[in-house]
C-alpha cells in the first residue's frame, strides 16, 4: 500500500485520540493529508538579537541565554503567573506564563542555553515575553532558519496540539519517507518550466533552508495545483465540444442588416465590435459557443445579445433570453421592442405572472416557430415549454442560475447532436485569474467602455453624523425631479436585527421626507408585494426606494440618480459596485453616497477608498478579490470555492494561473483525449483527482 494512503493514526505521536482531533479540526486522516496541510507563515530565525537591543516595537525576536530565577505571584485561588529572569550577558528580561507556569518551571532549567522566540513587550519599565517559544541550543543548532506555522484552531491548541505539534508530526513523516516521492507532473513540463521535483519541493515547503528554497517549493507546488484544475477544466471542454456540435450561422441576413442600418440607436463601442467579431467567430464554427460577456452596467451587453439573437433568426433559428427576476425579464422584453421598432420580429414574454390564454398562445408560438425570440425567467425551463428550433440562448446574470438549469436550456434543441448556442451575460466584473478558474470552460469577452456621453457617478463618504446635511441634499435631488434609492444591508446572520433597522429606517425617512412618497421593498415580503412596490417606484409613482440589496440586480430607472448606502462597512466591494450601478444610467449626473460610523478597520477605510477613486469595475473587482479572497466576491458568505485550494491563491498567484492555463492549453490542443504515451502520467493524475477529495464534477 502507498505510504501516503495511510491511516494518520499509525504515524509515531499521533493514535486514536489524536487522530480523531486532526480529522475533525482539520480533515486529516491520511499520511497524504498531513503533507499537503501547508504552513500559513515562515518567520526567519536567522538572526539573534541581544536583550540590550529590544523596544517594546518590535515584531518577533530571537534571543539566546539563560534563566536565572523564576518567580511565582499569586493572581487569584486559582491562577499563578510565573515570571523567569532571562539574561544572556548583555541585559534582563523576563519570561512569562499565565496558564502553564508550574510546567515551565518543571521544564526549563536554571542556567541552561535556551533559544527564546517571541514578540517582546514592556511592564513595569521591564522587557518581558509572554509565553515565549523555547528549545535548548542543541536543539536549535540542528534547526532550520525559516520556522513553519501552521494554522489550528483553539481546540487543538487546548488538546496539547499548537502549531509546534503539527510541525512535529510533518518532521516525523518526512523523515519515514525514505523514497523520494513519486512525480506527478511529466519531465517535460519540469525541464520546461525549471521547477523543483516534487520530492525536494514537499520537504523544502515544510522545512525550507532559506526563502528563495521556499520561492521556488511554493512555486512548484502552486503551478501543480493550478495547472491540474485548468487541464480538467479544459479537458472538459474539449470533451463537451466534440460531444456537440452547434447550429452553423454563417448568414448575415436581412434582420441584422436591417436593424444596423435603420434601427441601431448610436454608433457601436469599440469594445462591442470587438465582442461581435467574436461572437462571430463563434457561431459559424460549427462547435456549440459558450462566451461570457463581461461588462459593467450600462456597457451595452444587452445591445450585443440583441444583435447575436438577430443573427440565429436570420439563419432559420428562434433565441431566448433568461433573467433572474421578473422585473428584470420585463426591462428585457421593453429593451429589445423599443431597439426592433417596426422589424417582423415577434418578441413574447414568459412569467409567472402570464397565464391561462396568454400562455397557451406563446407556447404555441414556440413550437410553431412564430414567436422568434422568448424572454423569460425560471419559467422558460419547464417542461412544458417547448420551441421549434431553439438556436441561441442568453443567460444574464449567470450567477443567479445553476449548471442543472441551464443545461435544460440545452435539452429543447429538437436536434439532440446540435446544442443552442450559449451566452452568459454578468454585470459582475470577475477578475480574469478568477474568471479562468470559476468558468475556465467558458470563452471570455469584455466590454470594456462605456457608451459615450454617460457621465461618471461621482461617489463620496458620509459619515453617520451628519445626516442632517445629506438629507438636504437629498431633498433637493427630488426636487428637480430626480429619484432615489436607500439602500439598508440585510446579512443572512442577523436577518431580524437588520430587518428591524430598514423598518425603522423606513419610518425615520417617513418622517425626514414628509412630502414625497416612499417605497420599501425587503427579500421578506411576498413576491406580488414586492414586484408592486418595485412597479410604483419605476413608474415615478414614489419619490424614494428604500430596501435591501434585493435590488442589486433587475432595476432600470434612468429618473434616479442617487444611490445611499447606509452602514456601507458591511458590505463588499463587488456588491457596493453593483449598487451603484442602479444610477448613472440617464444623461443626468448620478451620485452614490456611502455612510458609514467615523471608525473603521484599514481594510474597510480601503474598500472605501477604491469606491471613492474609480468606477472601472475590473478594478474593483481585482481590489475585492485581495481584500476579500474567491470566496467572498457575491457579498456574502461562501463556504469556499467549488474546489479547496490547499497551496495557490487565486488573488496573488496570477501569474501562475495563466502559466498553468498556457501549459494546459498547449497540451489539450496537441492531444484533448491525453491518448500520447507523454500524456500518460497527466491521465493517471487526473484520474486520481477525481477520486480524491477535490469536487471535480462541480468545476466542470
Known sequence: MDILGQDIMYLPGVGPNRKKMLSAELGIQTFGDLLEYFPYKYVDRSKFYHVSELTGDMPFVQVMGHILSFEKFE??????????????????????????????????????????????????????????????TEATQSSLNM????????KMKAGGMPSQGVERLVKT???????PLAE??????????????????????????DARQLERARVRLKFEELFYIQLNILRYASDQRRKHSGYVFNRIGVLFNDFYRHCLPFELTGAQKRVMHEIRADVCSG??????????????????ALMSMLIALDNGCQACIMAPTEILAEQHLQTISDFLGNLPVRVELLTGVVKGKRRRE????L?????????????VIEDTVQFQRLGLVVIDEQHRFGVAQRAKLWKKSPIPQSLPHVLVMTATPIPRTLAMTLYGDLDVSVIDELPPGRKPIQTSHVIDTRMTSLYDGMRRQIRQGRQIYVVFPLIEESEKIDLKNLEQGFEVLCQAFPEFRLSKVHGRMKPAEKEEEMRRFVSGETQMLVATTVIEVGVNVPNASVMVILDAQRFGLSQLHQLRGRVGRGADQS???????????????????IMCETNDGFRIAEADLKLRGPGDLEGTQQSGMAFDLKIADIARDGQLVQMARDEAQQIIDRDPTLELPQHQLLRMRLKQLRKGEINWSEIS
Request: with cysteine.
Open 75 to 136: 493572581m487569584s485561588r486559582r491562577k499563578v503567573r510565573v515570571v523567569a529572569h532571562f539574561t544572556d550577558g548583555t541585559g534582563l528580561m523576563d519570561l512569562v506564563w499565565f496558564n502553564y507556569g508550574q510546567s515551565a518551571i518543571t521544564k526549563y532549567k536554571i542556567g541552561q542555553q535556551y533559544v527564546v522566540f517571541g514578540k517582546p513587550g514592556v511592564f513595569n519599565n521591564r522587557i518581558q515575553v509572554v509565553h515565549p517559544e523555547m528549545e535548548s
Open 184 to 209: 506527478t507532473l511529466p519531465p517535460f513540463i519540469t525541464e520546461q518550466r525549471h521547477l523543483m521535483s516534487r520530492d525536494e519541493a514537499m520537504r523544502a515547503v515544510h522545512s525550507p533552508q
Open 287 to 304: 462547435r456549440q459557443m459558450n462566451r461570457l460577456l463581461q461588462g459593467d452596467v450600462g456597457s451595452g451587453k444587452t445591445l450585443v
Open 173 to 179: 513523516l518526512l523523515e519515514r519517507l525514505r523514497e
Open 362 to 365: 406563446v407556447l404555441e408560438g
Open 147 to 154: 520556522k513553519p506555522y501552521y494554522n489550528t484552531t483553539d
Open 367 to 379: 413550437l410553431d416557430g412564430s414567436v422568434h425570440i422568448l424572454v423569460g425567467t425560471h419559467a
Open 591 to 609: 451620485f452614490c453616497i456611502l455612510v458609514t460610523p467615523a471608525k473603521l478597520s484599514e481594510d474597510t477605510r480601503k474598500r472605501i477608498d
